[in-house]
């Protein structure tokens, strides 16, 4: 089959597309040349001292949030798909709640009450009279509670693909299971759950790149992974070889973690035939019933009820003035930033997934897979991947200038708010990409060649007739990434430019400084913004559900 030949304006588009895959490539061959180039020395250093317990934190901290949120989220899909007992509506839409608050503000809510000094130690001392040393207690800051916080956030991921799964499932399979002599319990093992098995796979896929990924909570635990590393090595040692290096042992961790996902399920196949009957919800009756409510009534109390309570709480009896010129600017700063990187990552976005469309063949894939692999990596990485080769261009040019013209040019690029943003973009094009492909998967393409025999040329397309159509999917594109883009940290903390503070940033500083009172405040703002895409998921589980 013959080529064909692009028009000016496909070429035009493809230009653009392939030059925004490159950009969010990057940071990743940055950081490999980075870590590759320097001295074996830094790499004997660090696996002589830090390597072996960061390797060891993090997987431990995989492991546990794996299994956590598989348990949680599976296990809560199951009940308010294939059960029936009192609240099973309100569960269904408030298990998605816990996705609204970052982690380490869950970190800052539950160690004001749970730490020593916490109202639930004190009321402990009191009832019973004990001592300081007279009891033990769980201690919040460590590993374990650290996976804890985590897995209470990150369950929502697999509990909503496993329950799209699940509503998907024919009910004949189950039933079929069920005249053989299975139990429901063995019937769900045996048949539901290997056929949502693909889905959930990607729900705990999910939950473990944000594990990898997080800095503020392990941050204030104390706990040491990759990502503490970076942040250790990039600031507190003015180690950038150090910082490169561990940023790769993280990436190559986080593509790891996706290519055995992947391999993994490569061979599976499950297909259950079209949907011709629904599943009837079994009737919970005695106990097994209040054990229903019961088990998703936690995850409900631990991911958003009782840390909602704590904030609120400790805020209002902080001195923090939220109305005040200095927090003005904190939330001036966050909204900025979170604009102009929805923005942005919403049109690169439609720019990318528009060039596969009107010319579908390798490139275009490849520049959408790469595109995609900035969700893969840990914001801290991106942010080192970033400054490296950014800041050689600016080190090359100040000298350029300066033996030229006599003129030092300073960091032009590096400390601009711009990188920042590019770091945004990168970070989160795969979310708006999801969505983009879920609404324009509804547009046949009819309408495309209609649009082109009436004239309309690659951009008339886009312009007039996609994106008319895809107004609510882009808008729910731009408001995830807006909502991600305000609970960012890492890449905020390494990036961000001199004395432009985030609430965010303005958070883990006084929690840092064991000031949870005053880091109460902007989390819950942080927190109220991040329920906008959550009440997004809920109106639209009310309608399929």
Known sequence: MARRHLDL?????A?????????????????????????S??????????????????????????????????????????????????????????????????????????DHPGIVQTTLRQVTGWGPRDYWFPEIRSVGGAAAMLVIVLFPYVYLLARAAFVSQSATTFFAARALGRTPLRAFLSVSLPMARPAIASGVLLATMETIADYGTVSYFGVQTFATGIYTSWFSLADRTGAAQLALGLLSFALLLALLERFSRGRARYHAGHRVEGMARMPLSGGARWGAVLLCALPVLAGAVIPAIALASMAIGSEQDLLGRRYMGFIRNSLILATVAALLTVTAAMLLGSFQRAVPGRLSLSTLYVARLGYAVPGGVIAVGLLVPFAAFDNALDAFMEARFGISTGLL?????????????????????????GGISAVSPNIDAASRALGQGVWGTVMRVHIPLLRPSLLTAGLIVFVDVMKELPATLIMRPFNFDTLAVQAHRLASDERLDGAAVPSLVIVGLGLLPVILLIRRIRRVG
Not at 9 to 13: G, P, Q, S, T, Y
Not at 17 to 35: E, I, K, Q, S, T
């Open 9 to 13: 304006r496909e070429r035009a588009l």
């Open 15 to 39: 230009a653009g597309a392939v030059a925004l895959g490159l950009f969010c490539l990057m940071p990743h061959v940055a950081v490999l040349l980075a870590a590759v180039s320097a001295e």
């Open 41 to 114: 020395d830094t790499l004997r250093h660090l696996m002589d001292t830090v390597l072996g317990r960061y390797v060891g934190t993090t997987l431990v901290l995989v492991v546990l949030v794996s299994i956590g949120t598989f348990l949680i989220g599976t296990g809560a899909a199951w009940l308010v798909v294939m059960t029936e007992f009192p609240g099973r509506k309100v569960f269904e839409v408030a298990l998605v709640l816990p996705l609204a608050f970052p982690a380490y503000v869950m970190a800052y809510a539950y160690t004001h009450v749970l």
């Open 413 to 437: 690029l590096t400390g601009s708010i711009w990188v920042l943003v590019g770091a945004y973009v990168i970070r989160f094009m795969a979310a708006a990409i999801g969505a983009y492909e």
